[in-house]
């Protein structure tokens, strides 16, 4: 992931390249930091045993969600991003489960339903700047 998202700054021929390329990493590593916790939390609250490999899945919900917004959000906006990953994993996983729908990897809990909340998440937290302003490679606004 860290070679997927910081290559994603295309280079690091100049400071603000770099400083780019660091501000994803620092938010990538928020993110998945955060989805692994939140859900070895919750599973915990849940079945009352820790969960290894959730937590492993939450690490890959963090990583998923953040990877649309990580080069345009702030730290704090990353740890919610990673947060609410975590939340949406967990719910979808046990919805699916409920609903008996063969995921034993949780495939679509983690890369569908947190991709789509990374994707809806790069516009809601788009700088800190609101929802009247983004940001982009040709510097529109």
Request: aromatic residues 12%; proline residues 1%.
């Amino acid at each position: 992931w860290y070679g997927f998202n910081c290559g994603s700054t295309l280079g690091m021929g100049s400071a603000a390249q770099g400083t780019m390329a660091a501000q994803v990493a620092m938010n990538t590593t928020l993110a998945a930091a955060t989805g692994g916790l939140v859900v070895l939390v919750l599973r915990y609250a849940l079945y009352r045993k820790y969960d290894i490999s959730g937590m492993c899945n939450g690490i890959l919900a963090g990583l998923v969600s953040i990877t649309a917004p990580c080069g345009n959000v702030e730290c704090g906006s990353a740890v919610f991003i990673g947060l609410f990953g975590g939340f949406v994993y967990q719910g979808v996983s046990i919805l699916l489960q409920k609903a008996k729908v063969d995921d034993p990897i949780d495939a679509f809990a983690v890369h569908g339903a947190c991709g789509a909340w990374g994707t809806l998440a790069a516009a809601l937290f788009d700088w800190g700047t609101g929802m009247d302003y983004f940001n982009g490679w040709s510097g529109w606004s």
